[in-house]
């Protein structure tokens, strides 16, 4: 069992930035895969990167490609979404997830509590 806690959502403005953090807990986690997701009211639920913790390779939707990175500490179990040159239609909340055989794509078994951002124009 693995238990993620997000943290780093707010209120922006247009053009700032935001980092969320995704603490994992419970067990190794150097197997998993971290995802990052977003919903907003009346969409679906987008996905935003993703990162294979054991190598560090991370997949980034092309929606959001240039503007947000995905990172991680191993150190800390903990992994980042860093969010640059965020717009009004960002504003989400966020959500970090994670597939214990590391499959980016997931299904992923495990969720955050999820963390609102607001972006202001």
């Known amino acids: 069992q693995v238990q993620l806690v997000e943290s780093g959502g707010g209120l922006v403005q247009a053009g700032g930035s935001l980092r969320l953090s995704c603490a994992a807990s419970?067990?190794?986690?150097?197997?998993?895969?971290m995802g990052w997701f977003r919903r907003t009211p009346g969409k679906a639920r987008e996905f935003i990167g993703a990162i294979r913790w054991s190598e560090g390779t991370t997949y980034v939707a092309d929606s959001v490609k240039g503007r947000f990175t995905v990172a991680r500490d191993n150190a800390k179990n903990t992994g980042y979404l860093q969010m640059n040159s965020l717009k009004p239609e960002d504003t989400a909340v966020y959500y970090c997830a994670a597939d214990p055989l590391g499959r980016v794509t997931g299904p992923f078994s495990y969720w955050g509590q999820g963390t609102q951002v607001t972006v202001s124009s």
């Open positions: 419970g067990r190794s986690f150097s197997s998993y895969a």
